[in-house]
Each structure stands twice: as structure tokens, then as C-alpha cells.
């Protein structure tokens, strides 16, 4: 009787927990300046893009040692770790698109021809992430088709908390991802600029007094959480400001957080700096624009 008690246990909270599962937004990743680039539309998009991955992930090597040689060593304790392997980070930014295509699958009964088409080809790309499940999906088994794509969101839920994998999905040329370097000067910083994320949490642009340094602080509830020197392998940018246009300043993204628009100078120019922030208040990662 307990052993029957138990299963039903484990059934209902299987299924409260099913009930519970929410398709995933995509705010960071349809953000993206580069978005358009990796945008699909039908299956046949998906099994374009990953007839060249391979191709894609040999030119990522190549061209990161052409810019170790031409550089020489560089600093690289900004640089956002661990870093995905080349194959992984070049299929990465698929993943968000791909998911879009499957989202009026959440709720369909019963599946079609093309939405198995579809997932299948899902299934292919996440092929090349080895933790990633791999359902079978066929016409007439909805139920066995709806677990494999709560599978398949489950696994982007859990990817996108890793730094480095949130990221890596989002589509970019610029530079990075950094975190930045401890901020290490003893007086203290004179802000700048600073723009209010929601009631309790501001981001401050400061300079560090007397040392000329561009620092990023987040203050929340009157606490300071974090002061990261923002910088890229050539040393600390310059002139750290926010953008001009107030709008894009601050974009919230829903669960992921915010996107702050700023801009930097550095050996790649004036250009664009995107930081992301966790929901928490927590400072992702970075990128600097060429």
C-alpha cells in the first residue's frame, strides 16, 4: 500500500511539475544586433546552417590563431571562462531560433507532419551538444512527442544559467565575452553617470580617483554588489559612458535580466559595450564592439 502511495506520489509531482514548465523567452538572443543573421524560418533554415558548422567552427580556429600571432600573448584574465569548444560555439547561436520554431508545438494536439519535421530537425542540431537530450518525434505519439520537447526546454533552461553558455547563444561578432578585473584601488570611485535597473538596484559608471580607470558598480537596496574594472586583453577601455539614446540605455529582459548599452573606448575604437546583468544583480559577461 505505502509502495502504491508512493508512485502516486511521484506521478503527481511529475506532472505538477510538467504543469509548471513554461516555454522560454528569447529576449536576449532576438536582441541581438546580429540576430537576423542566424533568424530561421522552417526546418529547412536548420539543416542549412548545420551542413556548415564544421566548416564555420575550423574558420573560429583559424581565425583566432591568425589573431594570437598578430597580437603575440595577451592578458587574457578578462575573458569570460570556461570557453566552449569551437564546435559547440559556433551551433550555439542556432539554438535560440531553432526553440522559436518549436514554440506553437507547446500547446498543439495533435502534432503535424511538420511540426515532427520541425522538431527533428532540432534534434539534429542539438546533436552537437553532448549533454543535450535527443527525443524521437513521430506523427501519432503527442504524448511521447510533448515529453521530448519539455526535455528539450528543460535542457535550455539549465544551459542558459552557465554564463559562458548564455553567451555563446547570443549572436555576435563583437568582442568577448569579458568579465572584466577586480577593482582594486584603495580611495574611492567618482561616479560619472549612473541609470536605475528597477525600485532598488542602480549601475553606476565611475572612475576610479586618481587612477583614470572606467569602473562599473551595481548598488542595491544601499549595498554595493560588485565594481569590475571594464576591460579587454590591450588593458582597461576608456571613457566608459552610457549611450546617447536614453530608450537603450537599460533593456530589460525578463528572466535573463538586463542588456546595459554603453559606450567605450578601446584598441577597437569608440564602440559599443554590451553588459549583461542576472536578474539577481549579478554582472554576466560583456562584450566590445569593433
Not at 513554461?22 to 543573421?37: H, L
Not at 580556429?61 to 569548444?85: F, I, M, S, V, Y
Not at 554564463?163 to 577593482?183: C, K, N, R
Not at 583614470?212 to 574594472?229: D, E, F, M, P, S
Amino acid at each position: 500500500m505505502l509502495t502504491l502511495l508512493f508512485l502516486v506520489l511521484i506521478v503527481a509531482t511529475q506532472q505538477e511539475d510538467a504543469a509548471r514548465l513554461k516555454f522560454p523567452t528569447f529576449e536576449p538572443f532576438t536582441s541581438a544586433r546580429m540576430y537576423t543573421a542566424v533568424a530561421m524560418s522552417s526546418s529547412a533554415d536548420i539543416d542549412k546552417l548545420c551542413g556548415r558548422l564544421a566548416e564555420m567552427a575550423e574558420e573560429l580556429r583559424a581565425g583566432e590563431e591568425a589573431l594570437r600571432e598578430l597580437n603575440g600573448a595577451q592578458d587574457d584574465t578578462c575573458r569570460l571562462t570556461p570557453k566552449l569548444p569551437h564546435e559547440q560555439r559556433v551551433a550555439a547561436p542556432l539554438v535560440p531560433p531553432a526553440l522559436m520554431l518549436l514554440h506553437p508545438l507547446w500547446g498543439e494536439r495533435p502534432w503535424t507532419a511538420e511540426g515532427v519535421a520541425d522538431a527533428s530537425a532540432v534534434v539534429q542540431l542539438l546533436e552537437h551538444f553532448p549533454s543535450a537530450p535527443q527525443p524521437a518525434f513521430a506523427i501519432g505519439s503527442d504524448a511521447e512527442n510533448r515529453r521530448g520537447l519539455e526535455a528539450i526546454v528543460q535542457w535550455f533552461n539549465g544551459q542558459v544559467q552557465k554564463p559562458e553558455w548564455y553567451a555563446s547563444m547570443i549572436s555576435t561578432l563583437d568582442e568577448g565575452p569579458f568579465v572584466g578585473l577586480p577593482y582594486a584601488g584603495n580611495g574611492p570611485c567618482i561616479i560619472r553617470e549612473s541609470e536605475r535597473l528597477d525600485e532598488t538596484a542602480e549601475v553606476r559608471v565611475c572612475e576610479a580617483q586618481g587612477a583614470g580607470l572606467c569602473v562599473l558598480q551595481l548598488v542595491k537596496a544601499g549595498k554595493t554588489l560588485w565594481t569590475r574594472t571594464i576591460s579587454s586583453p590591450d588593458g582597461p577601455v576608456a571613457n566608459l559612458r552610457f549611450v546617447e539614446y536614453a530608450p537603450y540605455r537599460v533593456k530589460a529582459m525578463g528572466l535573463y535580466g538586463w542588456k546595459l548599452s554603453l559606450s567605450a573606448e578601446w584598441s577597437g575604437g569608440d564602440e559599443l559595450c554590451e553588459v549583461y546583468v542576472s536578474a539577481g544583480g549579478e554582472l554576466l559577461f560583456y562584450f566590445l564592439g569593433w
